[in-house]
């Protein structure tokens, strides 16, 4: 067996990873067809790259859906303009304590400002388009000095993912072309093979090559190391000039390691719409489930406007001698000569018979179950409603409603993608130092997400509810049984209450806090009770001795 060199091994594990993508490569140029009227471009990127326009969209409801879903994907999950996570830890003794609080709250203040500062949000708006069409997205955040952190967005169908053995994404390649000027820029002369060195010095702007950036496991991982080739992350640049990936790798003799360096922690975040187990893409997106809605009513729509142009402007018939007839038939408003017509002047060959009001609810129908797959129905609830004021209940049933179609969803974009986003973005700030050094009580204990958006709150909610209907149920009942009120611990409702609503640390203060505070008030009300019996002590005392005085001169008479 021939040992293959590592850019070899690379090439070798390309081919492999092309035939996992594969399968899903004709479904996505149908959506891309059907929504974008394009052709993605797979395989190799150039940044001279142009889509292949094409003319199939003549109805946009699929496109409309997208951008809803999309939109409020952003809005409802990761809005830039609202707090949508927060850290907390597993022990909610330390919760309580409010130094713990308000140091996590700067952390999250702190991350929120770094994502804004930087291109994360236009990124994650592009991730939820993928996501939604394709069932599969992914973006790279990576170290920034300006900015602390840079993302970048890949298109379907420029990247290659596959998984390890919990199912997670850990590997990530992809093929673009560089220029011989952006070669030289980014991995120096001495890099480069010397025929490209000699061949292509005068063509420096205009000739573009094949690379190859891989992200895997590093099998060479030494944690001991400093070097970044040694992390556990390995991240390598392959240049290969000229020679196609299809080629036998013993031919693959043109090419070189560009550039090796490494990760502490996978820097790609991939979301996937819906995982089967084992596989490795995201499936049953809205877009792949209505991808037979979409072909239906672009046909629908363009069989519509041709009967309607044959109904305007018909193909008419003259007496004369009769013309052939092709086989694509006629065109409206074309005219023939027929010799066996007794009809004076221009009349129609055929008549129309088209059910035009059948035909705009039949895509009418088409269009709202895109929009239903899409989820439109839901994002959009509160405009869509003939009624223009709700009650709290009807707000409540909605919401539940929608809770229950985008639940599942929702626990795969926490888990997969905003999750490890925020890891990702965590990590990156602490490494660079920019975050408040942690109390004491946190020293050594691991931090949790726990997300705080419009969407996910409205998945917790019940949490908050509970804890309002309790403490109004023994409100109520303490009217009548006042011993009622000692089965309630109103200090932990409002820590509970305070949680699932994600409060301002700072509006809350600690369980000690509180109770120092409730004694203080005990021993100031019951200093003032003694007082006020003093007083009125006080008051009643000289008539107390005058009534004594009169009792004993009464004795004596």
């Given amino acids: ?35 974008f009227g394009s052709y993605p471009k797979f395989d190799v990127v150039s940044k001279r790259d142009s889509r292949e326009e094409v003319t199939t969209v003549i109805n946009n409801t699929a496109k409309r859906a997208l951008r809803t879903l999309a939109a409020g994907l952003m809005s409802g999950v990761s809005s830039p303009a609202r707090p949508w996570v927060n850290f907390v830890t597993s022990d909610r003794e330390l919760m309580e304590k409010s130094e713990v609080r308000i140091w996590l709250s700067q952390v999250e203040y702190l991350i929120s400002q770094v994502m804004s500062k930087s291109n994360m949000y236009s990124s994650l708006h592009s991730v939820y388009y993928d996501l939604g069409s394709y069932g599969t997205s992914a973006i790279g955040i990576y170290d920034d000095y300006d900015d602390v952190i840079m993302t970048e967005c890949y298109e379907i169908g ?103 360096s490494g990760y502490d922690q996978f820097p790609i975040m991939c979301g996937r719409w819906h995982v089967s187990p084992g596989k490795v893409y995201g499936e049953r997106s809205p877009g792949m489930l209505s991808l037979g809605d979409m072909r239906m009513l672009q046909r629908a729509e363009r069989n519509k406007y041709q009967a309607l142009d044959k109904l305007i402007n018909p193909a008419l018939m003259n007496a004369s001698t009769t013309n ?66 709700m009650t709290r209940a009807e707000v409540d049933v909605r919401s539940s409603e929608t809770m229950l179609s985008l639940g599942p969803v929702l626990t795969g974009i926490h888990s997969d993608l905003l999750g490890n986003i925020t890891d990702r973005v965590f990590n990156i700030c602490a490494k660079h130092e920019i975050l408040p050094e942690a109390p004491e009580e946190l020293q050594g204990t691991s931090l949790e997400l726990e997300y705080i958006s419009t969407l996910a709150k409205a998945q917790r909610a019940d949490v908050s509810v509970t804890v309002e209907k309790t403490a109004a149920f023994v409100a ?68 107390v001795a005058k009534a004594t005085n009169e009792m004993k001169q009464e004795e004596e008479v």
């Fill in 1 to 35: 067996m021939v040992d293959l060199t590592e850019s070899q091994r690379i090439i070798k594990r390309l081919k492999s990873l092309q035939s996992i993508r594969q399968p899903f490569e004709d479904d996505w140029r149908d959506l891309s067809e059907q929504l």
């Fill in 476 to 543: 109520g009942l303490s009217e009548s049984f006042p011993m009622a009120r000692h089965k309630l611990n109103a200090v932990q409702a409002i820590n509970e209450f305070s949680i699932a609503e994600s409060s301002p640390p700072k509006m809350i203060v600690s369980d000690q806090d509180a109770m120092k505070a409730y004694q203080q008030e005990q021993e100031q009300m019951a200093q003032q009770q003694q007082q006020q019996m003093a007083l009125e002590a006080a008051k009643v005392a000289p008539g």
């Fill in 158 to 260: 420029t990247y290659y993912i596959d998984i390890n053995s919990k199912g997670m994404v850990d590997t990530f390649y992809r093929v673009f072309t560089m220029t011989a000027n952006d070669i030289i820029n980014k991995f120096g002369k001495d890099a480069l093979p010397d025929s490209f060195k000699y061949s292509y010095k005068d063509d420096l702007d205009t000739s573009e090559f094949k690379i190859i950036h891989a992200i895997e496991p590093n099998k060479n991982m030494k944690s001991s190391s400093k070097m970044s080739k040694h992390k556990e992350f390995v991240s390598t640049y392959v240049y290969y000039g000229v020679s196609s990936v299809s080629e036998p790798i013993s031919d693959l003799r043109n090419n070189k390691v560009l550039m090796t």
């Fill in 324 to 389: 052939n007839i092709g086989s694509g038939g006629l065109e409206p408003g074309q005219i023939i000569q027929v010799d066996n017509t007794k009809e004076a002047g221009l009349v129609p060959v055929y008549n129309v018979n088209y059910d035009l009001p059948a035909v705009i609810n039949d895509i009418y129908s088409i269009e709202k179950r895109i929009d239903s797959t899409h989820y439109v129905d839901l994002f959009q609830q509160m405009l869509q409603s003939d009624r223009r004021e």
